[in-house]
């Protein structure tokens, strides 16, 4: 049967059996209505009129209106006659009363009408209660078949109510349960169902559905296993060493690279948890102590040094989460980590030999350029001889380019010492006035040539420091140097000195200069890194050793910039 018949018979039989109820209901309303109505209408009015008539009895000979009143009632309980020896009553009434009003003080003719009035109302009561059980009858029947009728009602819609919803949900309950399984790829699934209704049809394209996947499914196995097994040769041969989790931490996959480096086996690695191989290697351990703990502070320029083969070997860490959406949903879920370990070990060696390069090349070039120093010296003395004036321009012009020279390899000596861990910090004590006086002193032949004045804020509270002087001294110099070459003449540069706290001092310098692009600022401390559009010449090294050096010391350095507002560079160091 189809569903749409089962619903229709289901709610039709309901409103059938509605009707059949109302209309018993009714009907016995009805008939007990009618059973009322007949002892209102016949006995009750006789009942009155007899009291009425009692009433006017009594009052006869008194009032003058008693006649006429007694006379009226015996009138309408003649038009009112409907029960057997009724009449009679009422007749001997009549025939006792005509005789009264010739014979008022007759007292036997008052007795007598007083017995034919109470013969009358036992015929009525008689009567009434005749009718009341009568009525009583009709109700008893009503409510026995109103009763055996809701019940079979009841019965009725109790099954219908059990199995009509059952036969539609369970159908559609157990297609739900079989999608659910198609959806986990489990294309065995089946439903049955042996009826030719609307869930029949779906079943059999359900189950046509299934197979067809089934199928496909079958043949691509194959291919899919191929598939893996050169994505897992593929990842086998790779130079990095990746190691693949799951969701739950689980190791899925594991090249030989990792293998050698971690000196584990296949079997003591793959399918096990990696918290739990952490136990016994110290290396894995290392590798997911972001995984472990997520909040942990990240280094990212940390490279991981690892012995391979009685070898020294860098290597970079990444780790990288894994996110797919599921077929049909939008929103995507985390399925697994891989962690990749690049070898870098050819290119720390190269940056080593090109550090090692720079220092020893920058440290021959300072005796030359020292030579060239005492030489000009000579020159420039009149002891030796006067030169002319375009000598004298040209001695100028070869002690600013020596000077530079000198700056520039004082800069890559930095450098080199720097990465080479060579550079050492001298902490000590120094008066921070002494310091700045310095710092203008040197600065102010510079500052003078483009007539810029520079100004200095010292909080007085401050007064002795520890500290490395000279790379302080350095970083702020370099600063200030850097200021006065890019303010506009005769402008005004700043050396602000304040107490952040009884733990910290902040050194600003502020110039009046063109400013320095948003874009560009995140890229200032970048080493050789230079402005687009700059004309001064410089080499990009002097504010990335400035970083170096205080953060060597457990500062911070910073800059903000606005453009035509000039620039504010600003170090914090600890105090002690």
Not at 148 to 165: D, E, K, Q, Y
Not at 424 to 429: M, S
Not at 542 to 565: D, R, T, W, Y
Request: glycine letters at 6%.
């Amino acid at each position: 049967m189809k569903i749409k018949t089962k619903l229709n018979a289901g709610v039709g039989l309901l409103f059938f059996m509605i009707i059949v109820l109302s209309t018993l209901g009714g009907w016995f309303i009805y008939q007990l209505k009618k059973d009322t109505q007949n002892i209102l209408a016949a006995n009750y009015n006789t009942l009155q009129y007899s009291r009425n008539m009692l009433l006017s009895l009594e009052e006869i000979g008194k009032e003058p209106f008693a006649l006429s009143e007694f006379q009226k009632n015996l009138d309408l309980q003649r038009q009112n006659i409907t029960e057997s020896g009724e009449k009679e009553a009422t007749q001997n009434i009549h025939e006792h009363f005509s005789e009264l009003q010739n014979d008022q003080g007759n007292y036997s003719l008052h007795s007598a009408i007083r017995k034919d009035i109470a013969e009358l109302m036992q015929l009525n009561m008689n009567a009434i209660q005749i009718k009341s059980g009568i009525a009583n009858t009709t109700a008893q029947n009503a409510i026995a078949v109103i009763s055996i009728a809701g019940t079979l009602c009841f019965l009725i819609a109790f099954i219908l109510m059990v199995n009509l919803p059952a036969n539609i949900s369970n159908p559609i309950r157990e297609l739900t349960s079989s999608i659910h399984q198609i959806a986990n790829q489990n294309y065995r699934q089946r439903v049955q169902f042996e009826s030719n209704s609307e869930f029949g049809e779906l079943a059999r394209s359900f189950n046509t559905m299934a197979e067809k996947l089934q199928e496909y499914s079958e043949s691509r196995i194959d291919k899919i296993l191929k598939g893996k097994k050169r994505i897992e040769t593929l990842i086998d041969n790779m130079h990095d060493a990746v190691i693949g989790i799951d969701e739950n931490r689980k190791v899925l996959f594991v090249n030989d690279e990792a293998l050698k480096i971690s000196g584990l086996k296949k079997e003591n690695f793959v399918g096990k948890l990696i918290q739990d191989v952490a136990v016994s290697n110290d290396l894995v351990r290392d590798l997911i102590k972001e995984i472990i703990n997520p909040d942990a502070e990240k280094n990212p320029a940390e490279l991981l040094k690892i012995f391979v083969e009685g070898k020294e070997n860098y290597f970079e860490k990444e780790i990288l989460d894994i996110k797919v959406i599921p077929t049909g949903e939008k929103e995507s879920s985390f399925i697994g980590q891989v962690i990749m370990l690049r070898n870098i070990t050819p290119f720390k060696e190269l940056d080593l030999a090109k550090t090692r390069f720079i220092g020893t090349v920058s440290h021959e070039f300072k005796t030359p350029i020292s030579s060239i120093q005492m030489g000009l010296q000579l020159l420039e003395n009149e002891k030796i001889g006067s030169l002319n004036e375009e000598q004298q321009k040209l001695i100028r012009g070869i002690d600013d380019d020596t000077l530079r020279l000198l700056k520039i390899t004082g800069e890559l000596l930095n450098i080199a010492q720097l990465e080479t861990g060579v550079s050492q910090l001298n902490i000590r004590p120094f008066k921070i006035n002494g310091m700045i006086e310095e710092v203008i002193k040197t600065n102010k032949s510079a500052a003078d040539k483009r007539q810029i004045f520079i100004h200095t804020d010292v909080d007085s509270t401050l007064d002795v420091m520890n500290a490395d002087q000279e790379k302080t001294l350095w970083v702020l110099n370099n600063i200030v140097s850097n200021a006065i070459r890019y303010s506009y003449e005769q402008s005004k540069v700043i050396i602000k000195v304040e107490r952040l706290n009884s733990e910290h001092v902040k050194f600003s310098v502020t110039d009046r200069g063109l400013g320095i692009e948003e874009q560009y600022l995140k890229h200032i401390f970048t080493r050789y890194f230079r402005v687009p559009g700059t004309k001064t010449e410089g080499t990009g090294l002097g504010l990335s050793i400035s970083k170096e050096f205080i953060e060597a010391q457990g500062g911070s350095i910073s800059v903000e910039s606005e453009i035509g507002n000039g620039s504010i560079f600003s170090f914090i160091l600890k105090i002690n």
